[in-house]
């Protein structure tokens, strides 16, 4: 047992009670109900995307009707 060697010191994280990890985990799902809301979707990425007009949802038919 003497033989233990150390290769990076240990950094101890500070321990959250329930109560903490479930109000940041409501602020996420708040978050991303809020997105889905306004841009249809739950991706930080394209919310941000088609916030800054980059970039244009495209709405495809899955049969589209011939004429």
């Given at each position: 047992?003497?033989?233990?060697?150390?290769?990076?010191?240990?950094?101890?994280?500070?321990?959250?009670?329930?109560?903490?990890?479930?109000?940041?985990s409501?602020?996420e799902?708040?978050?991303?109900r809020?997105?889905?809301?306004?841009?249809?979707t739950?991706?930080?990425?394209k919310?941000?995307?088609?916030?800054?007009?980059?970039v244009?949802?495209?709405?495809?038919?899955?049969?589209?009707?011939?004429?």
């Amino acid at each position: 047992m003497s033989d233990i060697e150390f290769f990076s010191k240990l950094k101890p994280k500070r321990l959250t009670s329930i109560n903490e990890d479930i109000k940041n985990s409501q602020s996420e799902i708040l978050a991303d109900r809020a997105r889905y809301a306004k841009f249809g979707t739950n991706s930080k990425k394209k919310a941000a995307l088609l916030e800054s007009g980059k970039v244009e949802e495209l709405i495809r038919e899955r049969f589209p009707e011939e004429d």
